[in-house]
């Protein structure tokens, strides 16, 4: 069992940054592949980005891609998500997965742990 807990949400303005962070809690952290969904009101939940155990393989979702970086510290076991250049569109509930499958499979099937949730509002 992995219990996951972000924290890092907020409101920023337009073209402003903003660095998600999820904490896991066990002693295997790094046999996770961990990602990052998003859904906002009315929408359905989105891929974010994925990242694979060792931190050497990343996905991003389309809309993302080019303005959001995914990274982890095993260490810490902690992963985060800095977000830059955001838009009004980014506008979501932010939640972290973790699953202990092939990091590429998350943006079809998401993770097999979640956490609650962090807000992120893009204001203009």
């Known amino acids: 069992q992995v219990q996951l807990v972000e924290s890092g949400g907020g409101l920023v303005q337009a073209g402003g940054s903003l660095r998600l962070s999820c904490s896991a809690s066990?002693?295997?952290?790094?046999?996770?592949?961990m990602g990052w969904f998003r859904q906002a009101p009315g929408k359905e939940r989105e891929f974010v980005a994925g990242i694979s155990g060792g931190g050497s393989l990343l996905y991003y979702g389309d809309s993302v891609s080019g303005r959001f970086t995914v990274s982890r510290d095993n260490a810490k076991n902690t992963v985060y998500l800095q977000m830059n250049s955001l838009k009004p569109e980014d506008t979501a509930l932010y939640y972290c997965?973790?699953?202990?499958?092939?990091?590429?499979?998350?943006?079809?099937?998401?993770?097999?742990?979640w956490g609650q949730g962090t807000q992120v509002t893009v204001s203009l």
């Open positions: 066990g002693r295997t952290f790094s046999t996770y592949s």
């Open positions: 997965t973790a699953t202990q499958d092939f990091a590429y499979r998350l943006s079809n099937r998401g993770g097999d742990y």
